[in-house]
Each structure stands twice: as structure tokens, then as C-alpha cells.
């Protein structure tokens, strides 16, 4: 059974930095489109980035030149690095893997909270 870990979620000032990793268990993950989504309270799941099989990447525009995803196939392991943090990026953030559209999984999401 695939399952999808994240971590390294917590508490950051403004202007801090996280870095958040999303361990994949099974044989699934160098198949995987990943991406990293976040929910805010009161506000729909948003798409933050999404990282390919090849390597190519997709970013929220917010979220670009502060954040950057990147993937470890060797580890099943995909990061999402997030600098510059504001305020408004506190939300859960959550792991997503996708194979086509046979197969779609999420982690159980970890929380970002900036502070001001």
C-alpha cells in the first residue's frame, strides 16, 4: 500500500524559511506527477507547485522565486523549499502523487504557520 509522509512543517516568522519533504512508501513514486497543495482556513485547496517525471515544474504564481520543489527518485522523496514566507502563506500543506488517471493519493498534510 502507497502512503505519502510529509514533514517539516511548524511555526516561522515572517521572512523565514521551511523546507517540507514528502516521503512516498511503494514503487509508485518515479511514475508520479507530485505536487504540493495548501488549505487555508475558510479557503479552498490551492495548487502551490507540481514536479513532473522528467523534472519539470509548475509554481503558483505567489509562490514563484520564493518557493521550489524539486524531487529525489533515488529517496521517493520530493521537497517543496519555501523562503520568504509571509503571513498569508500559513495553511496545511499537502502531498500529492498522480499516475494518470488511475491513481491519485494524498499525504495527511502538515501545518505552516507565519508569524508576523
Known amino acids: 500500500q502507497v502512503q505519502l509522509v510529509e514533514s517539516g512543517g511548524g511555526l516561522v516568522q515572517t521572512g523565514g524559511s521551511l523546507r517540507l519533504s514528502c516521503a512516498a512508501s511503494?514503487?509508485?513514486?518515479?511514475?508520479?506527477?507530485m505536487g504540493w497543495y495548501r488549505q487555508a482556513p475558510g479557503k479552498e485547496r490551492e495548487l502551490v507547485a507540481i514536479i513532473s517525471t522528467d523534472g519539470s515544474s509548475h509554481s503558483l504564481d505567489s509562490a514563484k522565486g520564493r518557493f521550489t520543489i524539486s524531487r529525489d527518485n533515488a529517496k521517493n522523496t520530493v521537497y517543496l523549499q519555501m523562503n520568504s514566507l509571509k503571513v498569508e502563506d500559513t495553511a496545511v500543506y499537502y502531498c500529492n502523487a498522480v499516475v494518470g488517471s488511475s491513481f491519485n493519493l494524498w499525504g495527511q498534510g502538515t501545518q505552516v504557520t507565519v508569524s508576523s
Open positions: 511503494g514503487s509508485i513514486f518515479s511514475r508520479a506527477a
